[in-house]
């Protein structure tokens, strides 16, 4: 798939980020038949077998929907872990190649063979990073785009301003760009886009739809939560992280404990890939956009309200250019 296939596929410029433990099938499907990308980390399934099974499922249901519809669906992703650790990278890009995986979204790494590979197919490759010199080596591995996870971003979030970041990166790398961080608006997407942006990637906003892996009680605790709510911590995962601080507290995690660098313990009878999931199970991720969310609907209705935000941002920048132009 080359870019301009890619772009011509996607009616929204929205990219639905893949997110531990709730992003399954039904939100990439319904992602893709209402014209934004979606994506789903491949370590959301226990085994590669699970994962090959998701995959065909999705690829299923889109070939049915533009059968039926004779509307052309967006493209789908699938997150990879390229970490040493993660023993399932092979097997699992192997499944990807077999079905032609139209995007990969890799994390923790970005290796020229891996991105060879992707390419040997058709499929485009775009990597996450949160400062420049994670961004240089992966524009020198060869990626098709970069997502840059700005200050705020729910997750393995950076520290540094959008403004900051998109203008470092567009420096030295002019491929796809995509943008993280707090956007759950379509102003917010318009303004990712103003800033310099090809794409938004949106995670937070598609925790509260209806489609998504997230108990009730996660999205209500989104709904009820606003920017100050939200800890930059490496306190669970080893790695600093945006998460909701009632779902900290509910775990008996203090703010002394919360502002130490140090990993806690969560269960020496687990092996470290089994604590990590239950950390994240327990204790829910979230960026600072849950202050501009108040519902959780279907996609369809979330898309559709998105694009009406979007069009209205962009006639009041209209209006701005013929005031001030």
Known sequence: MSKNSFFEDISFPVVAAPMFLISGPKLVIECCKNGIVGTF??????TTEGFEEWVVTIKTELDKFEKETGKKAAPFGVNLIVHPTNPRVQPDLEVCMKHNVPLIITSLGAVSEL???????GGLVFHDVIKKRHAEKAAEAGVDGLIL???GAGGHAGTLHPFALVNEIKTFFDKTILLSGCISTGQDVASALQIGADLAYMGTRFINVDESEADDEYKNMI???????????AAVSGVHANFLRPSLEAMGVTEEMWKNTKKIDFGSELDAAKAE?????T?????????SISDSVPIAALVDQLKSEFRSALEKQ????????
């Open 277 to 281: 999931a239950k950390a994240w199970k």
């Open 283 to 291: 204790i829910w991720s979230a960026g600072q956009g849950v202050s």
């Open 223 to 233: 709904i009820n939560s606003k920017a100050e709510d939200i800890v930059y911590t």
């Open 149 to 151: 996870v700005a200050a």
């Open 41 to 46: 980390p491949a370590l959301n399934q226990r």
């Open 318 to 325: 209209q209006e701005q250019y013929k005031r001030y132009c």
């Open 115 to 121: 991105v060879t590979a992707v390419h040997s197919y």
